[in-house]
T-cell receptor, first 114, second 112 residues
């Protein structure tokens, strides 16, 4: 059963805490992306990776970090430096490294601050 | 900093009617366009895409029209059904770009 999985579905963060969101794909896609979505708004790009061991900042990378140690995995850490982390986080992947490819999305993780 | 949340543009249609969702883009270098459907609490789903060497592309019950002269993209949904209720996003990318740029989205609601 191929696809993109994100876990957990809901995540609660205490003030000052770092939390890590998981994203895994078994589609053998080269590129992976993280987006943030706030209520009533579109998707904003946090980080993306086109190849293992390489990643690039998106439009709103401050307060976030990523790693790409394996082709199938692209975890996102929301650090304590991100002062307003409450949002819906979406991971996506695309077959090749070009931005002109269909991106396939996971089900999302909703992050809430306690 | 964070922008204040904006209300999404909303389109209300009668069940069975055709829906037309519009998207304007500003980058004249954009040559790849894609439409996504997002149901509440879920990730976006691919609907249809089009490249700039075409001005129309059809799928199952959906048609995308591209007018490069006025930088306008539209998604037409035929015989709209209750299951079509969702937020629809357009996205664009220019040759050589490494990412898609997403629009704000339009909420489609279906009246019975």
């Amino acid at each position: 059963d191929g696809g993109i999985t994100q876990s957990p579905k809901y995540l609660f963060r205490k003030e000052g805490q770092n939390v890590t969101l998981s994203c895994e794909q078994n589609l053998n896609h080269d590129a992976m992306y993280w987006y943030r979505q706030d209520p009533g708004q579109g998707l904003r790009l946090i980080y993306y990776s086109q190849i293992v061991n390489d990643f690039q900042k998106g439009d709103i990378a401050e307060g976030y970090s990523v790693s790409r140690e394996k082709k199938e995995s692209f975890p996102l850490t929301v650090t304590s430096a991100q002062k307003n982390p409450t949002a819906f986080y979406l991971c996506a992947s695309s077959p090749r490294r070009s931005g002109q490819e269909t991106q396939y999305f996971g089900p999302g993780t909703r992050l809430l601050v306690l | 900093g964070e922008s204040v949340g904006l209300h999404l543009p909303t389109l209300s249609v009668q069940e069975g009617d055709n829906s037309i969702i519009n998207c304007a883009y500003s980058n004249s270098a954009s040559d790849y366009f894609i439409w996504y459907k997002q149901e509440s609490g879920k990730g976006p789903q691919f609907i249809i895409d089009i490249r700039s060497n075409m001005d129309k592309r059809q799928g199952q019950r959906v048609t995308v029209l591209l007018n490069k002269t006025v930088k306008h993209l539209s998604l037409q949904i035929a015989a709209t059904q209750p299951g079509d209720s969702a937020v629809y996003f357009c996205a664009e990318s220019a040759q050589g770009a490494q990412k898609l740029v997403f629009g704000q989205g339009t909420r489609l609601t279906i009246n019975p």
